[in-house]
């Protein structure tokens, strides 16, 4: 929050009175007019309805007693002024309803009593002109009319003193409302004058004490208690410097030290970073020679099966013979059996027969020793066929080991190599720690004697603080 300068609540302080000034008399001036439009209403409606009220009731009285009067002294133009006041009465009435102003019961109330009056005269008067015409006829009908007209004009006089005195109610009423409220707004006018001569007092009385004398005794206590804590923080800072001189030669030989580590550790992060290459170039040459050992399997794979295939088709080829061998052992056979018919003329074909059922024979049994063979390679070539799966399945394994073993070592030889850069990052960065540190260290010794001067600067100071306080004249509290 934003403090205010003196100025400022001089300012404030005539504002508030100035403001307080124009508000009690805009109160005033609302005052008046609210009193001067109520008393208007209050003139212009209320009074002249009151007025009426007792008018009203006044000519009843007189139109009543006009009426008795004609009766008693048998006067028929007493009639006609008894019905001349009684039009007063009902015009009068009307005039009360019409009034701008008064409450719509009351405006209601007159007009009701308008007509009940205009029908007693009506009643009235027939009555009383008959009575006056014919004086003999009092029979028991007329005078109960006569007792009826005079309860009705007892009952009409006590609604028109009624509404005499609830007209003359309302305009007491308002007048008081219109007292009160004058009363209420001057007292509050008087109270809003006074609170704004206390505040801008209290403002220019707090603006002198808070803003004037108390801020120059606290800034004096607070240059004061500064200066008294700048010595003694300066007498640290210089202890403080002397400490850190002698702490950041002893980190400068740490440093020396531990960039010596570091030369070793980063040749050795060389040397490790060149064989791992050396490793992740003798894998590589170790996985081409796995890729051609397994191409070497996957031809020999594709030998033996074109091995298995040929071996099956000379098998098929040695059944072939069999089934030959078979059919010329048969016909040897039926070659004898012919011979043996024809007697001596087949003596010789018998001969040759016996030979070709030998050499059939011969060649089924050939056939057949073949054919046991043939199996026994074929049974050999699939145990080959297996093996060969199984180390053509060896060596992808194989290969995809040293494949991961190779990445591992590039990973090893990249990591290597980024280490190799690290630690020689971390040696320049030692390098210019050792230089902020020597730099450090003559900045600390300065320090120390700005420390020293600071001293001798902040007794200065408080010797003119004292002064300060002799020319303005207070003390503290």
């Known amino acids: ?176 409302v219109v007292q009160e409220h004058s009363t209420w707004q001057r007292r509050l006018a008087l109270a809003l004058l006074g609170s704004t001569l206390l505040i801008a007092g209290a403002i220019v009385h707090l603006t002198i004490r808070r803003s004037i004398t108390g801020p120059i005794m606290r800034v004096i206590d607070g240059v004061q208690t500064a200066t008294h804590e700048a010595a003694q923080a300066s007498g640290r800072l210089a202890q403080s410097g002397q400490t850190v001189a002698r702490d950041a030669q002893e980190q400068a030989a740490c440093i020396e030290e531990t960039s010596a580590s570091l030369e070793e550790i980063s040749t050795t992060t060389r040397q490790n970073a060149n064989r791992a290459a050396e490793a992740d170039r003798l894998m590589g040459d170790a996985t081409q020679t796995v890729q051609r050992a397994t191409q070497a399997m996957n031809d020999l794979r594709t030998s033996m099966d074109v091995i298995s295939e040929s071996s099956h088709q000379v098998a098929a080829v040695l059944k072939s013979i069999d089934e030959i061998a078979f059919h010329t052992n048969i016909l040897a056979l039926n070659a004898a059996v012919e011979a043996a018919r024809a007697g001596e003329a087949g003596a010789g074909f018998s001969v040759v027969a016996d030979e070709v059922r030998s050499l059939a024979q011969r060649a089924a049994d050939a056939a057949r020793s073949s054919g046991e063979i043939i199996e026994k390679t074929l049974k050999d070539v699939e145990k080959g066929v297996q093996l060969v799966a199984l180390a053509h399945g060896a060596f992808g394994e ?80």
């Open 1 to 176: 929050m934003t403090r205010l300068n003196i100025t400022a609540k001089i300012w404030l302080s005539i504002g508030v009175f100035v403001l307080g000034f124009v508000v009690s008399t805009v109160l005033e001036q609302v005052q008046g007019l609210s009193t001067e439009g109520t008393l208007r209403t209050t003139a212009q409606a209320l009074f002249p309805a009151a007025q009426r009220s007792q008018e009203n009731e006044a000519a009843f009285q007189s139109t009543v007693k006009e009426f008795s009067d004609a009766v008693l002294v048998q006067d028929a133009s007493g009639l006609e002024r008894a019905a001349g006041m009684g039009r007063k009465v009902t015009d009068g009435l009307t005039a009360e309803a019409a009034i701008q102003g008064i409450s719509a019961e009351r405006s209601a109330e007159a007009r009701r009593l308008a007509t009940s009056v205009e029908r007693y005269l009506a009643d009235a008067g027939g009555a009383y002109g008959a009575l006056l015409a014919n004086p003999a006829n009092l029979t028991p009908e007329t005078q109960e009319k006569m007792r009826e007209l005079a309860a009705r004009s007892d009952a009409l006089k006590a609604s028109l003193a009624a509404n005499k005195e609830r007209l003359s109610k309302d305009l007491r009423d308002e007048l008081g």
């Open 398 to 477: 194989v290969h995809t080991t040293i494949s991961g073993t190779s990445k591992v070592v590039s990973q090893i030889a990249v990591s290597s190599d980024e280490q190799a850069r690290g630690i020689g990052t971390i040696g320049q960065a030692i390098t210019r720690i050792e230089s902020v540190t020597q730099n450090n260290t003559a900045n600390a010794h300065e320090t120390a004697s700005a420390a020293d001067e600071m001293a001798m600067q902040m007794q200065t100071t408080r010797g003119h603080i004292d002064e300060l306080v002799a020319v303005v004249g207070l003390r503290r509290e």
